[in-house]
């Protein structure tokens, strides 16, 4: 029986890779599919991994309807025997129902991968419906790390290496992150993962780099 599975996981976890690697494994079987994304960081209508690999795709915007794209391919005589969905956290709830129904009624495996929480840890729309209605959820095994050692459960968005908790949710960056700028240049957006606690205390790489420097004591309270 076909499934919906959602892989998730920080930033800088695998998940790009996984996806690859996933329509590699299905290929080589002789299986037929077709890899979607959004956002990425290479640019549109490219599926991305920063180990350096990539896949062209299909670029996935809001008005993207993958139950019309399915059965238009199948009744002109495609085959489709699963799909890879990359960057599934910019999807729209709508466009995760589709998938549902493309799993149900077509019998088509689809294989989503995202990120849960945005850079203010609230649940991204799409991510939030799929863990509603995915047969198969798997939390990935590579652990992002926090600058400090521990395992990275948040994402965090800087702007000349400092973090901020405002703006507008979908704005693309790398996880190389951004240094410090100097006053009159446009902000540079960066992207890094955090521990819960650093993460509510704002201390990103930069300003813990920054405090150590300067000899001043870590923010514990």
Known sequence: MAELQ?????????????ALQTNHNHAARGR?????????????????????????AIEV????????????????????DYLI????QFYTPAQI?????IVDELQVDVFAFGILTDFRSVLFPGSARLVELADRMNVLQVEALCWCGKRATHNARTENGVMVTEGEVIVVGDVDGAEAAPDDATAEV???????????????????????MIGEPLPFA
């Open 6 to 18: 959602f892989f998730t996981g920080t930033m800088d976890s695998g998940k790009s890779t996984l």
């Open 32 to 56: 037929q599919g077709r890899i979607f994304t959004s956002h990425d960081r290479a640019g549109a209508a490219t599926l991305s991994s920063r180990l350096g690999l990539q896949h062209d």
């Open 61 to 80: 915007p809001a008005d993207f309807d993958f139950w019309d794209y399915v059965v238009g391919a199948l009744t002109h005589g495609a085959r489709i």
């Open 85 to 88: 969905c990359d960057e599934a």
């Open 97 to 101: 129902e589709q998938l549902a129904r």
């Open 190 to 212: 960066g992207y890094e993962v955090l521990c819960r606690q650093h993460h509510r205390r704002g201390l990103t790489t930069s300003r813990a780099r920054a405090v150590s």
